[in-house]
């Protein structure tokens, strides 16, 4: 069917060339590159947590018994043994720690989280 013959040739063509495009603000790369920067610390963190539990069995041990315990919080300050400076959630399942590194509160905003998933 040929729309030119009904008078929809121009409407037609204007839909399909005439897309609407949201106006966005300037683009500002400080926010980005200051969560970045602060980004670097939870990978630090991270590293710490890695390093204890894998050259110590018995704090693997004491996390694993938390967790077989359903006891989030000993679990949580297990973990906060390894010398990490910055807040954590802790969750398990029968196959698998998650540990999710979050920015210092003091930090103005919520910059970044790191999560960690771990199976065991």
């Known amino acids: 069917m040929n729309f030119r013959y009904f008078g929809h040739s121009q409407y037609i063509r204007q839909l399909a060339f005439n897309h609407y495009r949201p106006e966005y603000p300037p683009i500002d790369p400080s926010q980005f590159q200051s969560s970045l920067s602060l980004y670097s610390e939870l990978i630090q963190d991270a590293e710490k947590i890695i390093l204890y539990f894998k050259n110590s069995e018995q704090a693997s041990r004491r996390l694993m018994e938390a967790a077989q315990q359903s006891d989030s919080e000993q679990a949580r300050k297990i973990i906060q043994q390894s010398g990490i400076s910055h807040p954590i959630t802790v969750n398990f399942?029968?196959?698998?720690?998650?540990i999710t590194l979050l920015s210092n509160h003091s930090t103005p905003g919520h910059c970044c989280e790191l999560k960690m998933v771990v199976f065991w």
């Open 93 to 98: 399942t029968p196959n698998q720690l998650i």
